[in-house]
Nanobody
Framework: QVQLVESGGGLVQAGGSLRLTCAAS????????MGWFRQAPGKQRDLVAI???????NYADSVKGRFTISRDNAKNTVYLQMDSLKSEDTGVYYC?????????WGQGTQVTVSS
């Protein structure tokens, strides 16, 4: 079993920055992909950014150039640096880990960007 714990959410003004952290624990295979998804009120959960264990990344078009995903494999931790935040970035941010056919989700952390 794998547990994911997110932290770093909060309230920030438009144009500001936040850094999210997701720490994974449990039985984690070295080959995995970690990422961030967000869900705005009344909307589906969408991809924000993902990163493989080898460091390959993929971003949603809406966050390219503003968000940076990174990871520390030794700590089984993934980060999301969010800069130039916009009101449309508001939502609950969920961490996800996939390995083989298994997928794990964190409990989510709220990010609110005030305009």
């Amino acid at each position: 079993q794998v547990q994911l714990v997110e932290s770093g959410g909060g309230l920030v003004q438009a144009g500001g920055s936040l850094r999210l952290t997701c720490a994974a624990s449990g039985r984690i295979f070295s080959i995995n992909t970690m990422g961030w998804f967000r869900q705005a009120p009344g909307k589906q959960r969408d991809l924000v950014a993902i990163i493989t264990d080898g460091g390959n990344t993929n971003y949603a078009d809406s966050v390219k150039g503003r968000f940076t995903i990174s990871r520390d494999n030794a700590k089984n931790t993934v980060y999301l640096q969010m800069d130039s935040l916009k009101s449309e970035d508001t939502g609950v941010y969920y961490c996800r880990l996939t390995t083989g056919l298994l997928t794990y989700w964190g409990q989510g952390t709220q990010v609110t960007v005030s305009s």
